[in-house]
Nanobody, 116 residues
C-alpha cells in the first residue's frame, strides 16, 4: 500500500509565499518521478512542476517558471514546492503525483488560496 500525503497549503496575499510538501510512504521497490499538479475552479488539472528520482529532469509550466521551485529529499521520499511571488491565478487545489513501481498515485490535494 502506497500513501501520498500533501501538506502546506493555506491562504496568502498576492506576492506572498507558501511551501508545499508531499511524502510518499508504504512498501514499494522504486519511486520514479514526482510532480505537482493543480486544478483551479472551472479549469482542467494541469501540471505545475516535475522532478526525477535523482533530482534531475526538472520541468515547470511557463506560468510558474522563475517563481516556483521544486525539490526533493530522496532519503525521505519527499518532494517540495516552494511557491514565491504568488498570484491570484495560482489559486487552486494542488495535488502531488508520483510514479511508484510504474503505477501512478495521487494525493488528496491541498488548497492554496491567493487573495489581493
Amino acid at each position: 500500500q502506497v500513501q501520498v500525503v500533501e501538506s502546506g497549503g493555506g491562504s496568502v496575499q498576492s506576492g506572498g509565499s507558501l511551501r508545499l510538501s508531499c511524502e510518499v510512504s508504504g512498501t514499494f521497490w522504486k519511486l520514479y518521478t514526482m510532480a505537482w499538479f493543480r486544478r483551479s475552479p472551472g479549469k482542467e488539472r494541469e501540471m505545475v512542476a516535475q522532478i526525477d528520482r535523482d533530482g534531475g529532469g526538472i520541468l515547470y509550466r511557463d506560468s510558474v517558471r522563475g517563481r516556483f521551485i521544486i525539490s526533493k529529499n530522496a532519503a525521505e521520499n519527499t518532494v517540495y514546492l516552494q511557491m514565491n511571488n504568488l498570484e491570484l491565478g495560482d489559486t487552486a487545489v494542488y495535488y502531488c503525483n508520483t510514479n511508484v513501481d510504474l503505477k501512478i498515485y495521487w494525493g488528496q490535494g491541498t488548497q492554496v488560496t491567493v487573495s489581493a
